[in-house]
Nanobody, 129 residues
Framework: QVHLVESGGGLVQPGGSLRLSCTASDESLHYYTVGWFRQAPGKEREGVSCIHVLTGNPQYKDSVKGRFTISRDSTKNTVYLQMDNLKPEDTAVYYC??????????????????????WGQGTQVTVSS
């Protein structure tokens, strides 16, 4: 069981930037695909981005392509989600997650939460003027 912790959320104006961090204190994230998901009030959870454990290839939901960047720093055991040009519709609780099975969960832009087994507690992102 890997325990994931997100940080970096906050309040930002439209057009601003935030960088979210996902870290694990008890296990190396180097061996896991990591995904970022978000859930806005009254809406279903959706996959935003992921980075594959073996290929390092990133995937992005269409609406965030060109604005969000996922990256991995193995020396810090952290996966980041850099979010630029934020819009009010990006407001949500953001979660990082990891599948138990190596290689699952990060094939294309349709990032399925059902393939992810380990979840963090979430961090709130609010985009508002």
């Amino acid at each position: 069981q890997v325990h994931l912790v997100e940080s970096g959320g906050g309040l930002v104006q439209p057009g601003g930037s935030l960088r979210l961090s996902c870290t694990a204190s008890d296990e190396s994230l180097h061996y896991y695909t990591v995904g970022w998901f978000r859930q806005a009030p009254g809406k279903e959870r959706e996959g935003v981005s992921c980075i594959h454990v073996l290929t390092g290839n990133p995937q992005y939901k269409d609406s965030v392509k060109g604005r969000f960047t996922i990256s991995r720093d193995s020396t810090k055991n952290t996966v980041y989600l850099q979010m630029d040009n934020l819009k009010p519709e990006d407001t949500a609780v953001y979660y990082c997650a990891a599948p138990q099975v190596m290689g699952y969960g990060c094939y294309d832009s349709t990032i399925q939460g059902s393939e992810y087994d380990h979840w963090g507690q979430g961090t709130q992102v609010t985009v508002s003027s």
